[in-house]
T-cell receptor
């Protein structure tokens, strides 16, 4: 069945380090793909999205490319900041359902 | 992690009727629950933050009189879509925040005819 597999955390990085959070999915058809971010005590916020193969979503320095051939949507950022500390969720949305990964906690230390 | 259930999992109703969706935290006492809606192939949209024992906090653009939220206990929050119309047809998802993590319910698909 449909699912999302996300890199387990927690991830701890120093400020200005490079970030990659892996996400792969299984789906019927061609879902839209999303990365959400959740700051402590807050609801989910959409970080970026891609709706078709080879699309690149980007926002706030984060990027992810929809790779149909590897069914992946890895999140990357070239230089993380302390303010990026949060939980990141990968998700895919088909016509009838929404599937989330388990979330990856990122902590950035000064 | 916390187990979150929603009831019903899907519902079809006539235009003008009201529909209540329940969100239960089965093994965790949740002072805060979130309600989202999602259209096919689109992103989740946060509708409101449900706080146990107090009024919900609604996001901008969400009609509080149309989407009534009641969080009467630490394990139950309800969302009532009042006088539903076809444009309210959507996938409604609740979540429970437990410490630093968030746990999602399976969602409720609402179809308004």
């Amino acid at each position: 069945g449909d699912s999302v597999t996300q890199m387990e955390g927690p991830v701890t990085l120093s400020e200005e380090a490079f970030l990659t959070i892996n996400c792969t999915y299984t789906a019927t058809g061609y879902p839209s793909l999303f990365w959400y971010v959740q700051y402590p005590g807050e609801g989910l916020q959409l970080l970026l999205k891609a709706t078709k193969a080879d699309d690149k979503g980007s926002n706030k320095g984060f990027e992810a490319t929809y790779r149909k051939e590897t069914t992946s949507f890895h999140l990357e950022k070239g230089s993380v900041q302390v303010s990026d500390s949060a939980v990141y969720f990968c998700a895919h949305a088909g016509a009838n359902n929404l599937f989330f990964g388990t979330g990856t906690r990122l902590t950035v230390i000064p | 992690g916390a187990v979150v259930s929603q009831h019903p999992s899907w519902v079809i109703c006539k235009s003008g009727t009201s529909v209540k969706i329940e969100c239960r935290s089965l093994d965790f006492q949740a002072t805060t629950m979130f309600w989202y809606r999602q259209f096919p192939k689109q992103s989740l949209m946060l509708m409101a933050t449900s706080n146990e024992g107090s009024k919900a906090t609604y996001e901008q653009g969400v009609e509080k009189d149309k989407f009534l939220i009641n969080h009467a206990s630490l394990t139950l929050s309800t969302l009532t879509v009042t006088s539903a119309h076809p444009e309210d047809s959507s996938f409604y998802i609740c979540s429970v925040t437990g410490g630093a993590l968030e746990f999602f319910g399976p969602g409720t698909r609402l179809t308004v005819l």
